[in-house]
């Protein structure tokens, strides 16, 4: 515990070393961890978080990129958390991309951190709060989340963040479809990416037909992008530079930051009281018992988990 | 209540209005809804239920829409539930998809249920594994539940089934990368779609290696299909009820029907749990009092948590 403490301790002093080892701790849940979360949280809160969100194909890792380097030159330090486990960032990247990426893993002021969709042990959306936390207690400027997207999981984690960037695409016509069936509430900076492609004005004068219908007094910026070719990056930094300064002065930032806290509060007591529930009646043999009656069809899973909470 | 008592019993005669009225308080979650539940759920078990999941484009709408022909063809009666909202299943159907599932919505053997991937109260897995129970004790023979497939929260639909699809499509290089990253493993049968396209076969190829490449005893089968052209359905059919009657011989049914029984009664069990607490410490202040010292950075949500379940 003394171990944690100190390593804290050189975390705050800038070590990257330090830093990596305990984002091992958080994203495995350990009584380490909670520990080094303990002491970091009171000093996070000064970064301005972004997640990015998409379907997998709307080229969203290649922005990711595009965008860290031109934060980078406006001399901002990064953190990146790259969740998609298609994205170059992480463990299953290409040759090709990871030396494209090079530039970025190279530089001293650019932390990043890979992180898989599944088999977190306290969850997905926990565990990007504790290495989000971690990043920005570390002096992190900005830090970026990347996550797969379509799922209500990786949603949740991305509308986590500060502000929320939505990636699409002009080629799938459903993204449309896609917009409407929720993603559409989340997105803070709307981006049209590959906007060379031939239906891109189309499809970016659809978007902004949906924005315009959306009630709300601010409306969603849309930023035409082509990542792979550098173009409108410029442009979605001033958007969420804009967004940023919008937040903070308006206290939409404060509120979000509640409702956030709200929610991970009741989602980590949520795990809390079922892992208790689990220790107690799994050694007594009353979840097995209830299992095997909801099994044989003789109990329906309602009335078992109305029984396993009564006692 | 009796008016439920009675509503299960029509359904249980084969009304399909009294069907639709109980799914509507299953999915909505209400004491009618598991009063109902209760009953039909020692009714249910019979049906043979399977998932279908893929990413968005990989033709999976169209590919239920073939398959469920096909059950008809072999004289069986079919529940479809569809969660997917891209789906034509489903209420954002475009007016040429609605057309061309008429033959199937106009089919009184078959019952087809949209459902909202998002907002449904009691959560998506829940929800559906409600319906399903409906489906089953109405007396269809096989329930499809289609999924949009790439969230953790479908995918864990999908697997609730007794045999899962995942359909992929050689277009998307990455799907191999998805592959790895986990949708594997719960996969009783593998569908390329769209194998009519020009690297359906180096993709079926890489598809088979990783599959070699595998652990366990059962090999898992490779279809390639072109739902649009109606290809390959017969045998997706018949690869479907090989895995049926493998199931059973086997025992594996009976081991995953338990083990999803587990899950499912934990995860109502959680729910409860936090519903009860939120309206406790709702009610008395403790929850808002946390969340303002969580938001002010003075606390962080782990020791929050523990603090709000520790009393």
Redesign the interface.
């Known amino acids: 515990v003394t171990d944690v403490d100190a390593a804290v301790e050189r975390l705050l002093q800038g070590n990257r070393r330090a830093l990596g080892r305990i984002l091992t701790q958080i994203e495995n849940d350990t009584p380490s961890g909670?520990r080094a979360?303990?002491q970091?949280?009171?000093r996070?809160?000064n970064a301005h978080t972004i997640g990015l969100t998409g379907?997998?194909?709307s080229g969203k890792s290649t922005l990711t990129g595009a965008l860290a380097r031109e934060f980078r030159r406006r001399g901002k330090t990064l953190g990146i958390v790259a969740i998609d486990?298609?994205s170059p960032f992480s463990q299953?990247a290409l040759l090709g991309d990871r030396i494209r990426m090079h530039d970025l893993t190279s530089d001293q002021h650019v932390f990043l951190r890979s992180m898989a969709?599944?088999g977190n042990l306290g969850g997905?959306a926990?565990s990007t709060?504790g290495v989000v936390?971690a990043l920005d207690a570390f002096g992190k400027d900005v830090v970026l989340v990347e996550t797969?997207?379509?799922?209500?999981?990786?949603?949740e984690v991305a509308a986590m963040a500060d502000t929320t960037v939505v990636v699409l695409t002009p080629g799938?016509g459903?993204d449309v479809?896609?917009m409407?069936?929720?993603i559409m509430e989340i997105a803070d900076v709307l981006v049209v990416n590959k906007c060379d492609l031939p239906n891109a004005d189309l499809f970016a004068r659809q978007l902004a037909a949906i924005i315009d219908a959306a009630p709300g007094e601010r409306k969603t910026p849309i930023i035409r992008t082509a990542s792979a070719l550098n173009e409108g990056i410029g442009e979605l930094c001033a958007a969420l530079d804009e967004h940023r300064a919008y937040i903070e002065q308006s206290g939409v930032r404060?509120s979000h930051?509640?409702e956030q806290?709200?929610h991970?509060?009741?989602a980590?007591?949520?795990?809390?009281?079922?892992d208790?529930?689990?220790v107690t009646h799994g050694k007594d043999g009353r979840?097995d018992e209830?299992?095997?009656r909801?099994?044989s069809?003789?109990?329906?899973?309602?009335?078992?988990?109305?029984e396993?909470?009564s006692e």
Do not use: F, M
């Open positions: 909670r979360l303990s970091l949280y009171p996070s809160g379907s997998a194909g486990p298609t299953g969709t599944r997905l926990p709060a936390t797969v997207g379509a799922g209500q999981d990786e949603v799938a459903d479809q896609a409407k069936a929720g404060e930051r509640r806290a709200r991970q509060v009741l980590l007591a949520r795990q809390r009281l079922i208790r529930l689990v979840i209830l299992v095997e909801v099994a069809r003789a109990l329906d899973p309602h009335s078992a988990a109305d396993l909470i």
